[in-house]
């Protein structure tokens, strides 16, 4: 049976591949004392390759991966409801200086664009729809909102406290 060489990732693992590498015949492989190794190991989010997966290198691997991931893990989430063109609630406190997810729903049967100047929002959220919003660690303060749609009904104030 021959595969082709580049598809080899261990010994009798095989993975496919698509380009027209040679083709190395498997028996060959299994029977002589080379051994194709493995790629080295990739970082997820840096695309850092490592030589080995022992000592620092794991260590450093390790810190990387968390460094990457802890920020999404660490914000919490909020939601705004959007019914009969208001907010509800019309006042949402969050805490200050953390990262956070704000979730807009929008319950009503007709669109509403969710603005705020002081947070740099501007977005439309189709009917019976939701929109998602991270928003940056904020200083204490009031931060308005509104329905640009609706201006006359849809206000609203973020309490960052």
Same mark, same amino acid.
């Given at each position: ?24 015949? /498997? ?41 990457? =991931? ?62 998602? =919003?991270? /928003?940056?660690? /904020? ?5 308005? =909102? =509104? ?15």
């Amino acid at each position: 049976m021959a595969i082709p060489a580049a598809s080899i990732q261990r010994a009798g693992t095989l993975r496919r591949r698509r380009d027209k590498a040679p083709l190395v015949n /498997l028996e060959t492989i299994q029977t002589s004392p080379l051994t194709l190794a493995a790629p080295a190991p990739t970082l997820p989010c840096t695309g850092v390759k490592l030589e080995k997966e022992t000592g620092m290198n794991r260590r450093a691997a390790v810190f990387v991966f968390a460094m990457c =991931f802890s920020g999404a893990a660490a914000a919490e989430s909020y939601t705004l409801m959007i019914k009969d063109h208001k907010f509800d609630p019309a006042e949402l406190k969050i805490p200050a200086d953390k990262a956070a997810t704000l979730v807009v729903r929008n319950l009503d049967g007709t669109p509403e664009e969710f603005e705020s100047k002081p947070l740099r929002i501007e977005k439309v959220v189709p009917a019976n729809s939701e929109a998602t =919003f991270q /928003l940056r660690a /904020l200083k204490p303060g009031r931060y308005k =909102f =509104f329905g640009e749609f609706h201006e006359d009904s849809a206000k609203g104030e973020l309490v960052v406290e």
